[in-house]
């Protein structure tokens, strides 16, 4: 039973950096796609970053100001978001995604990006 816990959300001022951590725990068997959605009020859970079959890619919004890691020692993913914007603003999750198409979700941590 796969378990996945964000951590790393805060507030912070446009310009400035944050660094978002998912720590999985329980069986990874099987995982081959791991990323980061988000979500803000009155719009739809969007992709950010995703990492499968070795290749990472990125939404439009945060190519060159995002960037998405794994550590499989720790089995941890994180996201380094640089250059912050207030549309960055959002409830950031952790998704690992399996073989046979199996999803599971971290509860989510808030960003908040003031001007």
């Known amino acids: 039973q796969l378990q996945l816990m964000e951590s790393g959300g805060g507030s912070v001022l446009a310009g400035e950096s944050l660094t978002l951590s998912c720590t999985a725990s329980?069986?990874?068997?099987?995982?081959?796609?791991m990323g980061w959605f988000r979500q803000s009020p009155g719009k739809t859970r969007e992709m950010v970053a995703m990492?499968?079959?070795?290749?990472?890619r990125y939404a439009n919004s945060v190519t060159g100001r995002f960037t998405l890691t794994r550590n499989m020692e720790t089995m941890t993913i994180n996201l380094q978001m640089n250059n912050l914007k207030p549309e960055d603003t959002a409830v950031y999750y952790c998704r690992f995604s399996n073989w046979n198409t199996e999803d599971t979700w971290g509860p989510g941590t808030q960003v908040t990006v003031s001007t």
């Open positions: 990492l499968g079959n070795g290749v990472a």
């Open positions: 329980g069986s990874a068997f099987g995982i081959n796609n």
